[in-house]
């Protein structure tokens, strides 16, 4: 299971991935369009930086989702600026928008019930762990938590990849990812409109993992 792998990573992730440059410019445009208390729902919110953080003390309503016990531990025991507290929640991401995630996760508003529930939606590098044919699935019920208008910035690796794979600080994880064009083309089959698209040349600080170009993605529900 892939969530094992990031419990063993734990804040190890953010040592090797320090520079966060295109995910924060993505939470400053969220911050400049939304209102005060806006819901955001953070899919692999991870340890709570620096999406969680950034939001919450701009005044919005974060609720961050995990499947890794351990990211889920390091992100509730922190402590977050501004008057809403972000709130962390245990549930596979494939669940979203499901009936299982009240069922089996005890989160019901983050299945149908929570249809239209968020301003927007964060998931920077999530996706990259799904199968490419499991990602347009998920990007739907993603849609179908957003209001009608709503955001979606979402962060990916640009490489031609379905579930390969990859070494990944001292674990395996099966890694998946798109040309940018592509990548375009299944948010737009998936209901959305890509408003902005910006690449990213990253150099991990681990020297154990190669050089890629990320992505960052700012979208609209349309519909």
């Known amino acids: 299971m892939q969530a094992v792998a990031f419990d063993t990573i734990g804040a190890g992730y953010g040592e090797a991935f320090p520079a966060k440059d295109g995910q924060l410019a993505c939470g400053r445009r969220l911050l400049a369009e939304l209102e005060p208390g806006s819901r955001v729902l953070d899919v692999g919110c991870g340890t709570g930086e620096p999406t969680a953080r950034q939001l919450a003390a701009g005044g919005l309503r974060v609720t961050g989702i995990d499947l890794s016990d351990v990211m889920l531990t390091l992100a509730g025991n922190e402590r977050y600026p501004g ?7 245990r549930i596979d991401l494939y669940d979203l928008g499901t009936e299982r995630a009240g069922r089996v996760w005890n989160v019901p508003e983050l299945g149908p019930l929570g249809k239209g529930r968020f301003a927007a939606v964060t998931a920077f590098f999530s996706l990259i762990l799904l199968p490419q044919d499991e990602i347009p699935t998920v990007l739907g019920r993603l849609r ?5 208008g709503g955001l979606l910035a979402l962060g990916m690796v640009e490489a031609d990849l379905d579930h390969v794979p990859l070494p990944f600080l001292g674990r395996e994880l099966r890694i998946s990812g798109y040309l940018r064009e592509d990548l375009e083309r299944v948010l737009v089959a998936s209901g959305f409109a890509v408003e902005e698209c910006s690449g990213h040349p990253y150099a991990p600080a681990s020297t154990s993992l190669p050089p890629e170009e990320q992505l960052f993605l700012c979208c609209r529900r349309v519909g």
């Open 83 to 89: 008057d809403f507290p972000p709130e962390f929640r």
């Open 144 to 148: 179908e938590l957003l209001r009608p």
